[in-house]
């Protein structure tokens, strides 16, 4: 059972990981990504046990500095420095996480108040998030602006540096899983 699936770019092209479960049940043996090299045409199965175990709907994958980091909602991590053949156990975050991202000089992990930072997925620090932002989701512009999102959708923030956050207005909407960083056309709608 496929959950989610995130395109990570490396230095050596593309990378697809899929969060799976290969039957039905919540047996660590089972708990597995699926990662393609070639854009999908073919795909190897990997077991991670545990690293996965709370990646349905929150936590996610990231790339950067060689490292791809996967990291569960209950904040466990796995690591790997081999575009994805094989994966270790990391130290955990120390929260719950929601969605986490590389943004250009260290990985960046969201739940709620709180940021978890590594710049190698192994060891994570703590920010208290300022400014009475509770972000679920997050992306970073290629200029370094944060942009984050409640998890009801009903609150919008920015920051400049990941953890002073200001409120800003956005789209009335409902709760959302995903968020991206990526140019759009101008419009008066979006401007």
Wanted: aromatic share 10%; hydrophobic share 35%.
């Amino acid at each position: 059972h496929a959950r989610r699936i995130t395109g990570l770019q490396t230095p050596s092209g593309w990378v697809a990981v899929v969060t799976a479960y290969a039957a039905v049940g919540d047996s660590g043996d089972a708990r597995q990504l699926a990662v393609s090299h070639d854009r999908g045409a073919s795909w190897k199965t990997i077991a991670i046990g545990d690293c996965v175990r709370a990646q349905q709907f929150s936590g996610g994958v990231a790339f950067g500095q060689g490292v791809m980091v996967s990291v569960g909602s209950d904040g466990k991590t796995c690591r790997s420095t081999d575009n994805g053949h094989t994966w270790q156990a990391a130290q955990n975050v120390g929260g719950s996480v929601s969605s986490v991202i590389w943004d250009g000089q260290r990985f960046y992990a969201v739940g709620g108040s709180r940021a978890f930072v590594s710049n190698d997925g192994t060891q994570w620090r703590t920010l208290n998030l300022q400014g009475d932002a509770s972000v679920h989701l997050v992306a970073r512009s290629a200029l370094g602006t944060y942009a984050g999102v409640s998890k009801d959708g009903s609150r919008y923030f920015r920051s400049l540096d990941g953890q002073a956050w200001q409120a800003v207005s956005g789209p009335k909407g409902t709760a959302f899983r995903h968020m991206t960083f990526g140019y759009g056309k101008r419009t008066p709608a979006c401007p």
